[in-house]
């Protein structure tokens, strides 16, 4: 069942996604606001295909500690799942993302219509300042930023560095972090073709308020409460590590991450 499941919901990206981002890419001459909402009503499309096709929901918990403003969102990454959910549980957002990703055939076509952060990994260091010119002009818009802080997908059970980036950019802006824990990883494996039927559930932290504290613990403090709720919700992930998580060098997993990952987290 889980195979068909997972055949089923390829095939409807495959028809759907197409002709979404080409009808995304012909909103170029519309204002910045109405290609975002146009373009993102895609993610709860596929949202309803997830529930109904793989037989995955969710529910979110902490929706009280969303500031009524922009703010900076860091995130636990561990699937593409949660790169569609928080575009429907937080308001307008965008993504700090690799430039290449914009030249994937549709997905990136579209993609490329929407305000977001696209870093180019090859700047190093410069990337960071890339992140904060882009990011406090789209908080500037009104548009939240979502910021994945170990800078790419991580298994359940495990853990990488967090990275500074998402909260200098709030520092910088003047903006609240708020932390986001998750078990989408448990479904929704990374790179998974099969999808497990479950419940996922999202937890929000409350807000960190930025205003004259340091990068260092800013981001320590946004780490810690999302590696503490992750062993509060999930303790079944850290059963086989003495209840705590497997920290990963920046060689697991698929190789080194680049500098700019290193330095600003990324899609």
């Not at 109904?52 to 500031?67: D, S």
């Not at 030249?103 to 300042?129: E, H, N």
């Not at 999202?202 to 205003?211: F, H, N, R, T, Y």
Request: aromatic share 10%; proline share 7%.
């Amino acid at each position: 069942m889980i195979v068909l499941r997972s055949i089923l919901f390829a095939l409807v990206l495959a028809v759907v996604t197409p002709p979404y981002a080409l009808f995304g890419f012909l909103t170029f001459p519309l204002p910045p606001r109405m290609r975002h909402r146009i373009i993102t009503s895609w993610a709860p499309l596929v949202l309803w295909f997830v529930w109904h096709l793989l037989g995955i929901r969710y529910r979110v918990i902490g929706r009280e500690n969303i500031p009524p403003g922009p703010a900076v969102i860091l995130s636990k990454h561990q699937s593409a799942w949660e790169t569609m959910a928080l575009q429907v549980i937080f308001p307008a957002l965008c993504f700090v993302l690799k430039r290449e990703l914009l030249r994937v055939p549709f997905f990136g076509w579209g993609l490329a219509q929407v305000p977001g952060i696209a870093i180019d990994r090859s700047a190093g260091k410069d990337a960071l300042a890339q992140v904060v010119e882009q990011g406090k002009q789209r908080l500037k818009e009104g548009y939240w930023v979502v910021v994945f802080p170990e800078g790419t997908r991580v298994a359940p059970g495990t853990t990488r560095r967090y990275k500074m980036g998402g909260a200098f950019l709030a520092r910088r802006a003047g903006v609240p972090v708020v932390p986001v824990a998750h078990n989408a990883g448990e479904f929704w494996r990374r790179n998974a073709f099969l999808k497990r039927p479950g419940e996922i559930v999202v937890s929000i932290g409350p807000a960190i308020e930025v205003k004259g504290r340091k990068v260092e613990a800013i981001n320590t403090e946004a780490e810690t409460w999302i590696e503490n709720e992750m062993l509060r919700l999930f303790p079944h992930h850290y059963a086989g590590n003495g209840g705590q998580a497997v920290v990963l060098s920046e060689r697991d997993k698929g190789g080194r991450a680049s500098s700019a990952e290193q330095g600003t987290g990324g899609a």
